[in-house]
């Protein structure tokens, strides 16, 4: 369980949230909570661990450290932090644009290998 506590901070810095503002989200009453369950000095409940992912916005699987994190340069970081920051109508709109790039790129490779 200690990489959960490890991942909830290292969602919470990842996402650019005070600690302030995930105990707003998580039901606690003020910062030295967080302080508390990030340094592994409270066991959490699964209801908490569920509200937790939640409020991160991350797979309950991944707080708990059960997948492969992927590290992310700074400008990954920084375009996901963007994109959570978006509504869902933009959002529907850059993953629109994303998947029309690598159509694009696709085609471009079959078009190479064709060649040959």
């Known amino acids: 369980m200690e990489k959960l506590y490890e991942n909830i901070k290292y969602y919470r810095e990842a996402q650019g949230m005070s600690q302030e503002e995930l105990a707003k989200r ?6 030295s909570s967080i302080t508390k369950i990030e340094k ?11 509200l937790f992912a ?16 992927y590290t992310l ?9 963007k994109y959570r920051a978006l509504d869902a109508s933009d959002k529907a709109r850059i993953e629109e ?5 690598l159509e694009k790129k ?9 060649v040959g």
């Open 26 to 31: 998580t039901g606690y009453t003020d910062r």
């Open 40 to 50: 592994g000095l409270v066991d959490l409940q699964q209801s908490k661990i569920i």
């Open 54 to 69: 939640k409020a991160l916005n991350v797979p309950v699987l991944d707080l708990l450290g059960w997948t492969v994190k």
């Open 73 to 81: 340069t700074d400008a990954e970081a920084e375009i996901i932090r």
């Open 97 to 101: 644009r994303i998947d029309e790039m």
């Open 106 to 114: 696709t085609n471009r490779m079959e078009g190479d290998v064709n």
